[in-house]
């Protein structure tokens, strides 16, 4: 399976823009690249997902790098409840079960 | 409300006592799935079901078993648990086809004395 690499842990302060990045130099060219957090004592969250082109939706942007090596998730403006531990990961085949390996993802602190 | 639920939430257990955790979603989801989530490595998948009756292993199948007779329930179950399946357990749903986002319960946090 293609693996990402993200940041341990990113600070930020609230309201400024965070950016949270990922590498997957190893991604095929059928992968999505998918972003989930997982607040404090809960289930992970999907956040946003994409192929080739950037993504936006009401939580956040996906911005993808041209050769998919590489993508940020994009939080405009941080809130306390964004500090959660957020995952890149890579969707395998629907054959091989499909399921997303979570590897240790990146501990985002919010600053008030 | 679209959801994923599981019970119990919390469970406290002894070793080999047999022991089933519930999941089930609202949402006419194919594919369900458990995780188990352990400090230092991460989520990885236990077992996969993409549709009634089909099931299939994960990475970490061993020393579970689930059923898929009906498709909003996928049940976890623990013929004999032992103190290293004491876990942060996670069940997933989903539609199928790869881009698809995944629906996840709020966790069974499991202890096997």
Known sequence: ?????QPNSMESNEEEPVHLPCNHSTISGTDYIHWYRQLPSQGPEYVIHGLTSNVNNRMASLAIAEDRKSSTLILHRATLRDAAVYYCILRVPETSGSRLTFGEGTQLTVNP | EAQVTQNPRYLITVTGKKLTVTCSQN???EYMSWYRQDPGLGLRQIYYSMNVEVTDKGDVPEGYKVSRK????FPLILESPSPNQTSLYFCASRLSGRGNEQFFGPGTRLTVL
């Open chain 2, 70 to 73: 009906e498709k909003r329930n």
């Open chain 1, 1 to 5: 399976d293609a693996k990402t690499t």
């Open chain 2, 27 to 29: 949402m006419n989801h």
